[in-house]
C-alpha cells in the first residue's frame, strides 16, 4: 500500500493563509465526490493534533436530524471517515473521545513505514506539518492536490520549504469551479 499526502491548497501553494483562516478551501459538491472517491481507498489517517482537531468535526456530521440538513456528499464522506482508523500524533493530547483513534506522542517513522506496509488499503497523511516530517523520512510515496483558484499571499505552505521532491504526474483534472487536481508519484525524496 502507499502513503498518500492530500491537501487542498491556494494556486500560490498554501493550505491556510496568514490568519489561519482556510475558508475559500471549501470544496464543491462536485470536487466534494471525487474526494469521496479517492478516499474510500483510505484505510487509516495520520494527523497531527491540529488536524485532527479540525477533522474530528466528521464523527457527528450527518448524524442530527437523520442527517437532511446536511448535503449527500458531505454524509457520505463523513461516514468514509469514520469506517477509517485514525492515529493522532501529539505529546499534549492524552485521549480521544472518536472512536477507532489512538493517540502516539511522536512521530516514528519506522512504525508509519510498518503501518504502511501492512495496511489492508491505502494511508493517508493528513496535514502538511506532520507530513513535512513523513516527506523528510522519504515516507510518502503520492502527492494529490486541489488546487483552488485563489492567492493567499502566504500562510501555511502544503509542501515543506526546505525540502526537494522530484515528481511525476499521475493525472490532472479540472473541475468547473476552476479547482484543478493534480496527482504526483514521488520518485525521489529530496533532502
Known amino acids: 500500500m502507499s502513503l498518500v499526502f492530500s491537501a487542498i491548497a491556494s494556486l500560490d501553494g498554501y493550505t491556510a493563509d496568514t490568519t489561519g483562516s482556510f475558508d475559500w478551501a471549501a470544496p464543491d459538491e462536485e470536487v466534494h465526490a471525487v474526494v469521496n472517491a479517492r478516499e474510500r481507498g483510505v484505510s487509516s489517517y495520520l494527523y497531527g493534533r491540529r488536524m485532527f482537531e479540525t477533522m474530528r468535526v466528521w464523527q457527528d456530521i450527518g448524524r442530527e436530524n437523520g442527517g437532511e440538513d446536511v448535503p449527500a456528499v458531505m454524509r457520505e464522506y463523513a461516514d468514509i471517515w469514520r469506517a477509517a482508523d485514525k492515529v493522532v500524533y501529539s505529546s499534549t493530547l492524552t485521549g480521544v473521545t472518536t472512536p477507532r483513534t489512538r493517540v502516539e506522542p511522536a512521530f516514528d517513522p519506522a512504525a508509519v513505514r510498518a503501518l504502511v506496509a501492512s495496511a489492508p488499503r491505502d494511508v493517508s497523511i493528513g496535514g502538511p506539518t506532520l507530513a513535512a ?20 499571499g502566504g500562510g501555511t505552505p502544503a509542501l515543506p520549504t526546505d525540502l526537494t521532491l522530484r515528481l511525476e504526474l499521475q493525472e490532472e483534472y479540472a473541475f468547473a469551479s476552476g479547482v ?6 514521488v520518485i525521489a525524496p529530496g533532502a
Open 133 to 152: 516530517e513523513a516527506f523528510r523520512a522519504g515516507l510518502v510515496d503520492e502527492i494529490t492536490l486541489l488546487l483552488v483558484p485563489v492567492s493567499v
Open 180 to 185: 484543478v487536481l493534480v496527482r504526483y508519484r
